[in-house]
């Protein structure tokens, strides 16, 4: 039976992948089906008496190309078996045949085997015959790829070939300026280390690099140089570049026809579009591959020889995980985020809801799936190795807390909840509208802004307040904080600012997204406002919630404001990285008297105020640059209650700061009438939003959740909630709020069950650790999904317990025993690491 069934599957799964068969009664070869390349079943003889009987029910085919001829060997095993299993076997007839291609399924499970490149690899779906047929076109020549060398003027030369016999560059006085003006891109030396650390992990037979490189270092320039290896040593084709924001596709888009144009051609994917057929190079962001499931219907899994996840455990992450698994080939993965920041982490307890256990789990999968299961990357450069070598600026961070902010992070204080960007609450995070409504009052947004003026690094050239980014709790906070900032600025500077000093940037504010391009390039509302001959903004603090953090470029920013508790590290470490690069002033300034003036003209640090205590989070006992003593709210307040005092005239209390509040809420019979109806009008509210819309295909997750959370979610007309939405998806499992809006905008086509997911994990350990005893598949099988759905069970396995498995009605003693004992460890442990069991909450 489960044979049977094994063939069913494979048969459509070839369907539908175009392949066809032949007409019943083993026809000749030259009456075919449309279209010319066909399936036909394998000859069995030709493998002998050990070789798995047709009649037994395991059955292969040999797929044809369109002239005939042996193209892929399939190996059919049944539901229960690992398709591995047949490795040896299939290897054997594909090379009888002269195939190079091998596909071993069990229904369920495939894998795509190139022989000529290594190890099989995990598919969701077939190839088409024209994938395979191109793809049989590029014959991996590692050798070469090993033995090209690579210098420091890898990519100048395809910028421009002769430049070393040109006269700006053979000119040592002129050099320079020949550089800056023809954009030329030198590697730097920890570069070059990257490229040749990724041929030695070739030469050691991997296929499955990852870079963990510090913001700032030039990981796009590293990818390029990368690419080019792949292109220009025949390893690859067609390249496929991946993002998970919108706008870091053009930003991307750019970068790479800066560096590689005059080989190779770079394009964005758009929709019914061929152009990427014609191109070696292919941006395009994860969501547009995932809406309505296009990356299976509109490509195979074979059509890119090299895929580079930029920001890997981002575009990744969840159901992008799909996209990136579905293409075969080599996989190059790009991060900021080192896996240390995860060290105060306690993974003891794998059912907590603090948000560092979702970012551990993150980067523990972003690491095994990279082939870095012992935790080291192919190639590291930390911000501490950019300091050391002067490529990068060290924060000076300011400890600017009040006594309530460090009893609201406390342990013993405000027990902080918030949503994480799939709608989850956390543990340890804040209620947001409680959060900014309560503890913001306007004194402490008067208190934090202050302060943070008061201290802020100044511009070496004109004194004013250096350039600076200040992330707020919301867009609320945003635009009370700008509001403030330009009060305070209108003081400070008399007759300088006409509210233009601070800008709020975000998602809801017109041209938001050239604000941040004016901002870096020195025009945000005027120029040159203390000395006309100095370009540099007018508008000097940029006050938002998360638009510029990943991938945003300002060199000359002095001062990041976290005016905000941040509980991501990856958002940690983006953030920061947005002051580390270094910038000389001096470039901005074209008056010769001007520079003159100017004694420090070089950036050699910005400030990081961190008002929330967020490095202690992430690294215990942090050693601040500067403690700054905030005052603590004393004295009478408006409406009732202490607050903060008033210092030096500009700062007045107007409410107390109330840390906590609690709500009774009676649900009626009217908010438990949860149907089909209900989750349609909720779809139609969401896409008739022309904020959520564009924030979603922008791939702003952080802001979709808190845009809904804030103005969609406990509204009089519906009273929307996540869990009246959970009951009416009518899944065995809890949905997210982000699978909800994936599925409302097409991303994804419908929601898998719990038991959909439990076969998808338990695929994904099979194939990290491919189990030789492929009859105790079943039996790890049961043990993986019981202890992943059953508190029961964990508590059994962790207690050693074993005896109350005798009665119990899910895992029985019998069960256990069944398991081998390697595999009664390893399974919790890869649970613990790289599964999450709230997913599989009812």
């Given at each position: 039976m489960k044979e049977a069934t094994a063939r069913i599957k494979i048969n459509k799964l070839l369907e539908a992948a175009g392949w066809r068969f032949f007409p019943e009664g083993n026809a000749p070869a030259n009456i075919r089906l449309e279209p010319s390349v066909t399936i036909k079943p394998a000859d069995l003889d030709a493998l002998g008496e050990n070789f798995e009987k047709a009649e037994r029910g395991f059955v292969d085919f040999l797929l044809l190309d369109a002239k005939g001829f042996?193209?892929?060997?399939?190996?059919?095993?049944?539901?229960?078996?690992?398709?591995?299993?047949?490795?040896?076997?299939?290897?054997?007839?594909?090379?009888?045949?002269?195939?190079?291609?091998?596909?071993?399924?069990?229904?369920?499970?495939?894998?795509?085997?190139?022989?000529?490149?290594?190890?099989?690899?995990?598919?969701?779906?077939?190839?088409?015959?024209?994938?395979?047929?191109?793809?049989?076109?590029?014959?991996?020549?590692?050798?070469?790829?090993?033995a090209e060398q690579v210098g420091d003027d890898y990519i100048v030369l395809t910028q421009r070939p002769s430049y070393q016999a040109e006269a700006g560059w053979r000119n040592n006085a002129e050099r320079p300026g020949y550089i800056q003006a023809n954009k030329l891109r030198f590697l730097r030396p920890y570069q070059l280390r990257a490229i040749h650390s990724l041929q030695a992990a070739v030469d050691a037979g991997k296929d499955r690099f990852l870079f963990e490189m510090a913001t700032g270092t030039g990981k796009t320039l590293t990818a390029a140089a990368v690419i080019k290896l792949f292109l220009r040593s025949g390893n690859a084709s067609r390249v496929l570049f991946l993002v998970d924001r919108l706008e870091l596709e053009e930003q991307a888009r750019k970068a790479l026809v800066a560096l590689l144009s005059a080989d190779f051609q770079?394009?964005?994917?758009?929709?019914n579009r061929d152009d990427?057929?014609?191109?070696?190079?292919?941006?395009?962001?994860?969501?547009?591959?995932?809406?309505?499931?296009?990356?299976?219907?509109?490509?195979?899994?074979?059509?890119?020889?090299?895929?580079?996840?930029?920001?890997?455990?981002?575009?990744?992450?969840?159901?992008?995980?799909?996209?990136?698994?579905?293409?075969?080939?080599?996989?190059?993965?790009?991060?900021?985020?080192?896996?240390?920041y995860l060290r105060r982490f306690d993974n003891s307890k794998p059912s907590t809801r603090d948000p560092r256990e979702a970012e551990r789990r993150l980067l523990l999968d972003t690491y095994r799936t990279?082939?870095?299961?012992?935790?080291?990357?192919?190639?590291?450069?930390?911000?501490?190795?950019g300091v050391k070598d002067g490529y990068l600026v060290n924060p000076t961070v300011v400890d600017a807390r009040t006594e309530i902010t460090t009893e609201l992070l406390s342990e013993e204080g405000f027990v902080v909840s918030f949503k994480d960007d799939t709608g989850e609450d956390r543990e340890e995070a804040y209620k947001q509208r409680e959060f900014e409504k309560r503890f913001f009052a306007e004194a402490t947004n008067q208190l934090l802004c202050k302060t943070f003026l008061e201290n802020a690094l100044r511009d070496p050239v004109s004194g004013e307040i250096g350039k600076s980014i200040i992330f707020a709790v919301s867009q609320n906070h945003a635009a009370k904080l700008a509001q403030i900032l330009n009060q305070m600025a209108d003081r400070m500077f008399p007759g300088k600012y006409q509210s233009d000093f601070a800008v709020q940037v975000t998602s809801q504010i017109p041209d938001a997204q050239q604000f941040t391009i004016n901002f870096s390039n020195n025009n945000l509302l005027g120029s040159g406002n203390f000395i006309t001959a100095y370009k540099t903004s007018k508008a000097r603090v940029c006050v938002t919630v998360g638009m510029m953090t990943t991938g945003y470029d300002c060199t000359d920013i002095l001062n990041l404001g976290l005016f905000r508790p941040i509980f991501s590290p990856t958002d940690f470490i983006q953030i920061k990285g947005r002051g580390t690069r270094r910038h000389d002033f001096l470039e901005q300034v074209f008056d010769e008297s001007v520079k003159a003036g100017v004694q420090k003209p070089s950036k050699t640090a910005y400030k990081l105020f961190d008002f929330f205590a967020n490095c202690e989070y992430f690294e215990k006992e942090f050693n601040y640059d500067e403690v700054l003593k905030l005052p603590r709210p004393t004295g009478k307040g408006g409406e009732g209650g202490d607050g903060p005092v008033v210092i030096g005239g500009t700062y007045e209390h107007l409410g107390a700061d109330i840390l906590a509040s609690m709500r009774v809420e009676q649900i009626t019979a009217e908010g438990m009438k949860i149907d089909r109806m209900f989750f349609e009008r909720f779809e139609g509210k969401v896409r008739e939003n022309e904020i959520i819309a564009k924030a979603?295909?922008?791939?702003?997750?952080?802001?979709?959740?808190?845009?809904?959370?804030?103005?969609?979610f406990d509204k009089p007309e519906e009273y929307y909630t996540l869990d009246k939405l959970r009951k009416a998806a009518a899944v065995d499992r809890r949905l997210t709020l982000r699978e909800i809006l994936e599925k409302v905008f097409g991303l994804i086509p419908r929601f898998k069950s719990k038991d959909?997911?439990?076969?998808?994990?338990?695929?994904?350990?099979?194939?990290?650790?491919?189990?030789e005893e492929a009859e105790a598949i079943p039996a790890i099988k049961t043990f993986f999904k019981a202890y992943v759905t059953s508190d029961q069970v964990r508590h059994i396995i962790e207690n050693k317990d074993f005896t109350v498995l005798a009665t119990h009605p899910m895992f029985s003693t019998r069960d256990f025993k069944a398991v081998p004992a390697k595999y009664r460890a390893l399974v919790p442990e890869y649970i613990k690491d790289y599964v999450s069991l709230n997913q599989f909450s009812a």
């Open positions: 042996p193209l892929i060997v399939l190996e059919a095993k049944a539901e229960d078996k690992n398709p591995l299993v047949g490795k040896e076997q299939a290897r054997k007839y594909a090379r009888s045949q002269n195939c190079r291609f091998v596909i071993l399924s069990s229904g369920n499970l495939h894998y795509f085997w190139d022989l000529e490149r290594g190890n099989p690899y995990v598919i969701t779906s077939f190839p088409t015959p024209d994938s395979v047929i191109g793809y049989q076109k590029v014959t991996p020549k590692p050798e070469r790829l090993i770079t394009v964005i994917y758009k929709e990427w057929r014609r191109a070696e190079i292919v941006v395009t962001t994860v969501q547009s591959l995932l809406f309505n499931n296009k990356y299976q219907k509109l490509f195979s899994p074979t059509d890119f020889d090299l895929v580079i996840s930029d920001e890997a455990h981002r575009s990744i992450g969840g159901n992008a995980r799909a996209v990136f698994d579905y293409f075969i080939g080599y996989k190059l993965g790009l991060t900021a985020t080192p896996r240390d990279f082939g870095c299961e012992n935790s080291q990357p192919t190639f590291r450069y930390s911000l501490l190795d979603v295909e922008a791939g702003h997750w952080d802001r979709v959740i808190d845009y809904v959370n804030r103005e969609v959909e997911l439990l076969e998808e994990e338990f695929a994904k350990f099979v194939a990290d650790f491919k189990p």
